[in-house]
């Protein structure tokens, strides 16, 4: 059982636990989808979605937006047509309007009278900082992908946020919706982890990679995780 007396800062990634994500993504592809008569179900996009991101991901950093043309492009690749470039752009452009979980405003409140507050996101500066006002707590230290020209699972972007926060490892406590991308590089760098296990049409995997890992302690939302620190 987590001793939340232990920690001075929660950092959080932001899509998937924070913003509900898969609404956003599967909103905006299946509209392309749509127009050029392709029909997949949701778990599918996804999937494709996972794999199509990784590889944008991969090799020589490049920003979330332009990662994010590409998986929309090689939707395209994949089956069979050619996106225009305003739905090359759609993807990025709507992640402004990704919403929050019902529960996250209110748990961040909640949590913001205890605990110092970190974003560490996959994501551009400039898209986080739309996101930002959805979220209703200013947090203590935002760190992106584009602040350590490096994406989740990579450890440059955690490293960047220890030395960002200026506290021992074992005084954080990270939360992801992501085993691959959040709990296992957290967890070797000495840091405890919240597997946010939010609902998803790949249940306990959404748009990510599937892997095996072990968190301190495994929550369904964020509410309660809450109810975890009020114990």
Not at 93 to 115: H, I, N
Not at 153 to 174: D, N, T, Y
Not at 192 to 197: I, K, L
Not at 199 to 225: H, N, W
Request: include cysteine.
């Amino acid at each position: 059982m987590l001793d939340f007396n232990r920690f001075e800062i929660f950092t959080f990634d932001c899509y998937g636990t924070l913003i509900n994500w898969e609404d956003g993504i599967l909103a905006s592809l299946r509209r392309i989808l749509a127009a050029h008569d392709k029909n997949l179900d949701d778990a599918t996009i996804l999937q494709l979605y996972r794999d199509f991101e990784a590889r944008a991901e991969h090799g020589e950093y490049r920003r979330y937006r332009e990662v994010l043309q590409s998986v929309v492009q090689q939707f395209g690749a994949q089956l069979g047509f050619t996106p225009t470039d305003e739905e090359v752009r759609s993807l990025p452009d709507s992640l402004p309007q990704w919403k929050p979980w019902p529960d996250t405003v209110s748990a961040l409140r909640e949590l913001k009278k205890r605990f110092r507050l970190a974003i560490i996101s996959n994501v551009d500066n400039d898209l986080f900082a739309a996101t930002q006002p959805q979220l209703g707590v200013e947090f203590d230290q935002v760190i992106t992908a584009q602040q350590a020209k490096a994406y989740k699972p990579s450890l440059k972007i955690f490293e960047l946020a220890l030395s960002r926060v200026g506290v021992p490892a074992h005084r954080i406590l990270h939360i992801g919706q992501s085993l691959y991308h959040d709990v296992l590089p957290a967890q070797s760098l000495g840091l405890a982890t919240v597997w946010v296990n939010r609902p998803s049409a790949r249940a306990g995997v959404g748009a990510v990679k599937a892997v095996d890992g072990q968190p301190d302690l495994q929550v369904s939302s964020l509410a309660e995780l809450v109810a975890h620190t009020r114990s």
